[in-house]
C-alpha cells in the first residue's frame, strides 16, 4: 500500500478494535472504505455462523430496492460468486470480472438485477475470524467496462479478517444473557413470493423486536425471516434438516427463526417459526464469539457431558496433555478456572 492507502486503513482497523456494535461498525466500514477502494454502492450483512444465512444487512442505494432479488439469486444456488463458496474458499475475495473472466453476462445476477440498476463489476469478501465467518460483503461499481483488480482485491482480503474480529467482539460485547422474551411460538405463513398469508399474535410481537433497518428487503418480512425462508430445501426433498438462524433483538434477547415447506396447500407455502433460542442453540455461538476452536469445541462438548479426561482421550483419539491443553485454552478465553466454573458459565449462558 502507498503511504495514504496505509493511513486510511489503519483508521479502519482502529475502528474494527475500538468495541463497535455490530450496525455502528459497519457503518463505519464501508464509509471507510471509500477512501481507500472505489466504491459506488456497498451491502454489509452479518451472517448466522451455523448456517451462513443473513441475520442483518446494511444496503446502500440502489441495493436497497433489490434486496429481496439479491437475496433469492444467493440462496437458488445457481450463480457465480455466491457467498457459501466464497467463505469456503482459500482466500475469500473475489469479484465478478474475474469469475467469468470479464464475461458479466455469464451471472443472471448481473443481468437480471445489477444491469437495470446501473451497476457492474461487485466485490464479494467472505468476513473470517479464525475459521468462522461472521458476516459479508459486496462492493459494487457503476456499470462500465472499469472493474476491481488483483491489487484492490488483495488489499480488501488484508482487512477482511480485522472487520470480521470486529463483528465477533460485537456479538461477545452485544452478550447472551436473555432478557425477557416478548412471546412463544410466534408463527407466520408465507406464499411462494414471501408474501405473509397468515401469522398469529405471537409472531406480531416477535416481528416489533427486529430492528427497523432489517425491514429494507422490499418485502413483507424483516431480512433473516426472509433469508430462512427462501434458505429452505426444495419442496420435494421432505427429509432435508429445516434451517435454523440466530437472531439478536433489540431488547437483547435471542430469537431462533425455523422455516421449513408446507405440504398438501394449492401453493407453495413456507412456515416460519420464531422461539426464545434455547441455550442449547446458542452454544456454539457463545463458543465461536469467544473464539474457541471446532478442536477446542469438541472437547467443550464432552466436558459437559461429565466425560472424564480419559474418556475424552477414548472418544477423540488424542493424548491427556492434548485435552489438558485445549481445556486451559477455552478456560483462559472464558475467564474460568475448572470444569465446575465452565459448566456453570455456558449452561446459565
Same mark, same amino acid.
Given at each position: 500500500?502507498?503511504? $495514504?492507502?496505509?493511513?486510511?486503513?489503519? !483508521? =479502519?482497523?482502529?475502528?474494527?478494535?475500538? +468495541? @463497535?456494535?455490530?450496525? #455502528? &461498525?459497519?457503518?463505519?466500514?464501508?464509509?471507510?472504505?471509500?477512501?481507500?477502494?472505489?466504491?459506488?454502492?456497498?451491502?454489509?450483512?452479518?451472517?448466522?455462523?451455523?448456517?451462513?444465512?443473513?441475520?442483518?444487512?446494511?444496503?446502500?442505494?440502489?441495493?436497497?430496492?433489490?434486496?429481496?432479488?439479491?437475496?433469492?439469486?444467493?440462496?437458488?444456488?445457481?450463480?457465480?460468486?455466491?457467498?457459501?463458496?466464497?467463505?469456503?474458499?482459500?482466500?475469500?475475495?473475489?469479484?465478478?470480472?474475474?469469475?467469468?473472466?470479464?464475461?458479466?453476462?455469464?451471472?443472471?445476477?448481473?443481468?437480471?438485477?445489477?444491469?437495470?440498476?446501473?451497476?457492474?463489476?461487485?466485490?464479494?469478501?467472505?468476513?473470517?475470524?479464525?475459521?468462522?465467518?461472521?458476516?459479508?460483503?459486496?462492493?459494487?461499481?457503476?456499470?462500465?467496462?472499469?472493474?476491481?483488480?488483483? $491489487?484492490?482485491?488483495?488489499?480488501?482480503? !488484508? =482487512?477482511?479478517?480485522?472487520?470480521?474480529? +470486529? @463483528?465477533?467482539?460485537? #456479538? &461477545?460485547?452485544?452478550?447472551?444473557?436473555?432478557?425477557?422474551?416478548?412471546?412463544?411460538?410466534?408463527?407466520?405463513?408465507?406464499?411462494?413470493?414471501?408474501?405473509?398469508?397468515?401469522?398469529?399474535?405471537?409472531?406480531?410481537?416477535?416481528?416489533?423486536?427486529?430492528?427497523?433497518?432489517?425491514?429494507?428487503?422490499?418485502?413483507?418480512?424483516?431480512?433473516?425471516?426472509?433469508?430462512?425462508?427462501?434458505?429452505?430445501?426444495?419442496?420435494?426433498?421432505?427429509?432435508?434438516?429445516?434451517?435454523?438462524?440466530?437472531?439478536?433483538?433489540?431488547?437483547?434477547?435471542?430469537?431462533?427463526?425455523?422455516?421449513?415447506?408446507?405440504?398438501?396447500?394449492?401453493?407453495?407455502?413456507?412456515?416460519?417459526?420464531?422461539?426464545?433460542?434455547?441455550?442449547?442453540?446458542?452454544?456454539?455461538?457463545?463458543?465461536?464469539?469467544?473464539?474457541?476452536?471446532?478442536?477446542?469445541? $469438541?472437547?467443550?462438548?464432552?466436558?459437559?457431558?461429565?466425560?472424564?479426561?480419559?474418556?475424552?482421550?477414548?472418544?477423540?483419539?488424542?493424548?491427556?496433555?492434548?485435552?489438558?491443553?485445549?481445556?486451559?485454552?477455552?478456560?483462559?478465553?472464558?475467564?474460568?478456572?475448572?470444569?465446575?466454573?465452565?459448566?456453570?458459565?455456558?449452561?446459565?449462558?
Amino acid at each position: 500500500m502507498d503511504p $495514504r492507502t496505509r493511513r486510511q486503513a489503519d !483508521d =479502519l482497523l482502529r475502528r474494527c478494535r475500538a +468495541g @463497535l456494535d455490530a450496525t #455502528t &461498525l459497519r457503518r463505519e466500514v464501508l464509509q471507510r472504505l471509500r477512501r481507500i477502494v472505489p466504491i459506488d454502492a456497498g451491502f454489509f450483512a452479518t451472517i448466522d455462523p451455523a448456517t451462513l444465512l443473513f441475520t442483518s444487512a446494511v444496503s446502500e442505494d440502489p441495493l436497497i430496492e433489490a434486496s429481496s432479488r439479491f437475496l433469492a439469486n444467493e440462496l437458488e444456488g445457481k450463480d457465480v460468486n455466491r457467498f457459501v463458496d466464497i467463505a469456503a474458499a482459500t482466500i475469500p475475495v473475489r469479484w465478478l470480472d474475474q469469475v467469468t473472466l470479464g464475461r458479466r453476462h455469464d451471472s443472471a445476477r448481473y443481468s437480471s438485477i445489477m444491469r437495470p440498476l446501473g451497476l457492474g463489476d461487485e466485490l464479494r469478501v467472505a468476513l473470517r475470524s479464525g475459521e468462522t465467518c461472521w458476516g459479508v460483503m459486496c462492493l459494487h461499481r457503476e456499470d462500465g467496462s472499469s472493474g476491481f483488480n488483483d $491489487r484492490e482485491a488483495a488489499i480488501i482480503a !488484508d =482487512l477482511a479478517p480485522h472487520i470480521a474480529e +470486529g @463483528l465477533r467482539r460485537a #456479538t &461477545l460485547i452485544a452478550g447472551f444473557e436473555t432478557a425477557a422474551a416478548p412471546a412463544r411460538h410466534g408463527v407466520v405463513v408465507l406464499d411462494a413470493d414471501a408474501c405473509v398469508v397468515s401469522m398469529n399474535e405471537a409472531a406480531e410481537r416477535w416481528l416489533a423486536e427486529i430492528a427497523e433497518e432489517d425491514w429494507s428487503t422490499g418485502g413483507e418480512v424483516p431480512l433473516p425471516i426472509l433469508s430462512a425462508a427462501l434458505a429452505v430445501a426444495d419442496p420435494d426433498d421432505e427429509e432435508a434438516d429445516a434451517p435454523t438462524i440466530r437472531v439478536r433483538t433489540i431488547n437483547g434477547s435471542w430469537l431462533a427463526i425455523h422455516a421449513s415447506r408446507l405440504f398438501g396447500t394449492a401453493s407453495d407455502q413456507t412456515v416460519v417459526v420464531l422461539d426464545p433460542a434455547e441455550p442449547g442453540e446458542l452454544f456454539s455461538l457463545i463458543l465461536d464469539a469467544h473464539g474457541i476452536t471446532p478442536r477446542q469445541a $469438541r472437547v467443550v462438548a464432552l466436558v459437559l457431558r461429565g466425560y472424564s479426561t480419559q474418556q475424552i482421550v477414548n472418544e477423540l483419539h488424542i493424548s491427556s496433555h492434548t485435552v489438558q491443553e485445549h481445556l486451559k485454552a477455552v478456560f483462559d478465553k472464558l475467564g474460568v478456572r475448572s470444569r465446575r466454573e465452565l459448566a456453570a458459565t455456558l449452561l446459565h449462558r
